[in-house]
């Protein structure tokens, strides 16, 4: 079954599909992704789909009237700035936790006047597609936060963010319940001010990908590669194009099917001028086997996730 890159995308309601800077999470046998929804009181909207292709709604899983409930981490609690208007929560990223038996969502938090509290928020919820429950957003050691990824690595979580206003990318491995960060694990790449994190563990490599800070406006997507994440990732290289065909990353997906196992760019194309009227595109990698990774552009994609098998 085809997608089609830069189309306007909808779920099986017919309804356009709200979910940007998002992630996708595989959890009971279907998908679910999630993102941003900047409609109304929405702040995350879920979609669930079994295929990749066909998306149903869930729900809004974040709004402006979400249940709130403080942790032990002082955070601010507010899901409304001081005049009374939407706070902006950006890129949210879900993660099931086993041990908790919770899903764990983390995303950037600025209060929806000025870009500079530059911190990151937690919610939680028993299911995939609940309510979440949110639990404020704070500055990791007072650290400032803003475009982020969550990434698990066996039964370790990271949190990965741009800090000191996104000259650093910081790597902070969680907490056991995933409710706070534990340590700041890796500073990378200081001073080259990359935004829109998305990771993928490939063949026993760490694959790290994401863009240059040039606010709506796409530019040149850089990968790097760890063998160890704490150890660090080597030197940023291109790939795709100076725009990344006109996106910036939101995640890297895993197809992982009965025959093969295939992985995807998810990319935002912003509409700078109405944010509403943003696309989609999902991009075949292919790594050759030499450290290098290749973005394929390619209009149509066709994915079966029954077998892993992908095609454009
Ligand atoms: C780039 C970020 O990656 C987006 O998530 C968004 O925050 C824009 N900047 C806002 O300018």
């Not at 959890?27 to 295929?51: A, F, N, T």
């Not at 995939?128 to 370790?156: A, I, K, Q, W």
């Not at 990968?223 to 290289?237: C, K, N």
């Not at 912003?270 to 394929?296: K, Q, T």
Request: proline fraction near 4%; charge should be negative; glycine fraction near 8%.
């Amino acid at each position: 079954m085809k997608i089609k890159n830069g189309e306007v995308w909808r779920d099986t309601d017919g309804n356009v599909l709200h979910a940007h800077g998002g992630h996708i999470l595989f959890y009971g046998g279907l998908y679910y992704w999630y993102g941003e929804d900047r409609r109304d009181d929405c702040y995350v909207s879920c979609y669930s789909s079994p295929d990749l292709v066909n998306w149903t709604f869930r729900n809004h899983v974040l709004r402006v009237g979400s249940p709130v409930e403080p942790t032990r981490v002082r955070s601010d609690l507010r899901l409304k700035n001081d005049n009374g208007r939407k706070v902006n929560l950006e890129r949210p990223k879900v993660l099931y936790n086993e041990r908790s038996g919770k899903f764990v969502m983390w995303m950037h938090y600025e209060n929806g006047s000025d870009y500079r509290c530059a911190a990151a928020a937690v919610a939680e919820c028993d299911t995939p597609d609940g309510d979440f429950v949110y639990h404020g957003s704070f500055n990791p050691f007072g650290e400032m936060s803003r475009d982020c990824t969550l990434f698990l690595d066996g039964d370790r979580a990271y949190f990965f963010s741009a800090s000191r206003d996104n000259a650093d990318m910081h790597m902070y491995l969680l907490q056991e319940d995933w409710l706070n960060v534990e340590r700041l694990a890796g500073r990378f790449w200081p001073g080259e001010y990359r935004e829109a994190p998305a990771l993928v563990k490939k063949d026993g490599l760490y694959w790290f990908f994401s863009s240059f800070c040039t606010g709506w406006a796409p530019n040149q997507c850089r990968y790097a590669v760890s063998p160890r994440l704490e150890d660090g990732f080597g030197m940023l290289r291109d790939t795709g194009d100076e725009t990344t065909y006109r996106s910036q990353p939101a995640f890297i997906l895993t197809v992982n099917g009965s025959e093969t196992v295939s992985y995807i760019y998810v990319g935002d194309r912003w509409d700078a001028g109405n944010y509403f009227n943003s696309r989609y595109v999902w991009y075949p990698l292919e790594f050759p086997g030499d450290g290098s990774v290749r973005m394929v552009e390619c209009d149509e994609l066709d994915i079966d996730a029954a077998t892993g098998r992908i095609s454009w």
